[in-house]
């Protein structure tokens, strides 16, 4: 594992469907606890963060395919699509609303990275193998660097969680915990 300095100027924190309708999964809330860290460390340095969710106007834009086995559902209570209140999202940063499991197609993400000159994303969130995999897969093909957060993700078992950190990640960008990526920051 070879440090690199952080640019946090061409860098951002993407935080994928940390709300409160999905931080309920076993683990999402130390997922939220670790990312408050990444969220600290982003407003100090001045970086960018964006917030992805995950909505529907009236639920017909919900992607509907014939399955083999449905991914768990989330309770679309009352403000279930509203980001956990612990996060702390202010007004400077960016709200992504996506309509499926990736939070490039569809959005302006990469076009709200690219204007800010940023080449580097670092990848948190829920679901390891739906949302932050889906995500980690379009910034590869678009382009971008990426340092996944591995302890600072869950999904729905251990299984699922091991199997993109051990086999998707290494091969599309960097996998660190939160500690070394504190850690590589401050050396």
């Known amino acids: 594992m070879s440090a690199n300095p952080i640019n946090f100027k061409r860098t951002a924190l993407v935080i994928i469907d940390l709300q409160k309708g999905i931080v309920g999964v076993p683990g999402g809330q130390e997922v939220v606890d670790k990312t408050i860290k990444l969220v600290n460390l982003f407003r100090q340095e001045d970086g960018f963060i964006a917030f992805v969710k ?10 509907k395919p014939l399955l083999d086995q449905p991914v768990p559902t989330v309770q679309r209570s009352e ?22 499991w990736g939070a490039f197609f569809g959005t302006d993400l990469d076009l709200q990275l690219r204007r800010r000159g940023i080449d580097t994303i670092v990848l948190c969130g829920i679901a390891t193998n739906i949302g932050v995999e889906s995500t980690a897969r379009e910034a590869f093909q678009l382009g971008y660097n990426q340092i996944f957060i591995t302890d600072a993700m869950t999904t729905f078992s251990q299984e699922e969680h091991e199997a993109t950190c051990k086999y998707i990640f290494p091969r599309i960008g960097k996998s ?6 504190l850690d590589e920051v401050n050396n």
Do not use: N
Request: glycine residues 6%; aromatic residues 10%.
């Open 176 to 181: 660190r915990t939160v500690q070394q990526f």
């Open 54 to 63: 995950v909505s529907f106007q009236d639920g017909k834009d919900a992607l």
């Open 79 to 100: 403000g279930w699509d509203e980001l956990a209140p612990e996060l702390a999202v202010s007004s400077q940063d960016y709200i992504v609303t996506k309509r499926q």
